[in-house]
């Protein structure tokens, strides 16, 4: 199925052009065109993030549907909206996308074969197709042309929501729907959003492989004893990582499986 087809069945149609898995140096060109960004003396992309300059931890919910209900520690860290809300929202920012130009990159998620998750990020801007690129594994030829996705994100940072008609908190939200297995996420300009609903996704489904999620730093010594370093934001896990006599694993997301520690 050809990538229109397959944006069709999900409901999104009359896209201006949709553009996949774009190498980084076309997807720097489709930004500075469209006024994303500008380029620095060093020849990086850059681009403001608007008023969202991190994570939006209150505007994240969990779609409360029958098949997940039980399975969530439901709470002020995991907040329920109701189906009929999700889906809503779902539908209005995939009209929102009509006309619009789309970025699609496929990749995935999971350096562990095993365990590896395909992810299909769907973007309205170029510059955020971009940051995904960069992080997620990147398919083969082969694998691009057989890509079966296991999830969804669909990020528009454009579309504002409504509190008081869409129950959501702010004009930004993320939405993860474990059930019809996508993310939605609106009116936030903050890639790192789009990782972290990767991260949700894996923490969700990697437990059901025997595989324990967790948000740290990594590393290898040279007899393939693994070290593993816990921490919060800024308290030291990337520094902590990086030594000169052993090899890293990564900074960041981790899974720890029977057979290793691997990154996400």
């Not at 609106?186 to 790192?192: F, I, K, L, N």
């Not at 999620?213 to 030291?236: E, Q, R, W, Y």
Request: glycine share 8%.
């Amino acid at each position: 199925m050809n990538i229109e087809a397959a944006l069709a069945d999900m409901g999104i149609v009359n896209a201006k052009a949709v553009y996949r898995n774009l190498t980084p140096a076309q997807l720097t060109e489709h930004a500075l065109r469209r006024g994303e960004g500008t380029l620095s003396n060093t020849g990086a992309l850059v681009v403001k993030t608007g008023k969202y300059t991190g994570r939006s931890a209150k505007d994240k919910f969990i779609v409360d549907s029958e098949g997940v209900h039980d399975e969530i520690a439901w709470g002020s860290v995991n907040m329920p909206i109701s189906q009929e809300k999700a889906d809503a929202i779902c539908s209005k920012v995939i009209a929102y996308l009509q006309n619009k130009d789309v970025f699609v990159f496929d990749g995935f998620a999971g350096a562990d074969p095993k365990h590896q998750k395909a992810f299909r990020v769907i973007t309205e801007l170029a510059s955020e197709n971009m940051f995904i690129h960069q992080l997620l594994r990147r398919p083969s030829a082969e694998q691009l042309e057989n890509f079966r996705e296991d999830f969804v994100i669909i990020a528009a940072p454009g579309f504002k929501c409504v509190p008081e008609i869409d129950g959501t908190r702010s004009e930004a939200a993320i939405l993860v729907d474990y059930e019809k297995k996508r993310v939605v996420i609106a009116g936030s300009q903050y890639a790192g959003e789009i990782k972290k609903s990767v991260f949700s996704v894996m923490n969700y489904l990697m437990p059901k492989e025997g595989v324990f999620p967790m948000h740290c730093s990594a590393n290898i010594g040279k007899d393939g004893d693994s070290a593993v370093f816990f921490g919060l934001s800024g308290t030291g896990k990337t520094t902590l990582s990086a030594d000169p006599n052993r090899k890293l694993i990564g900074d960041d997301e981790h899974g720890w499986s029977e057979d290793s520690v691997f990154n996400f």
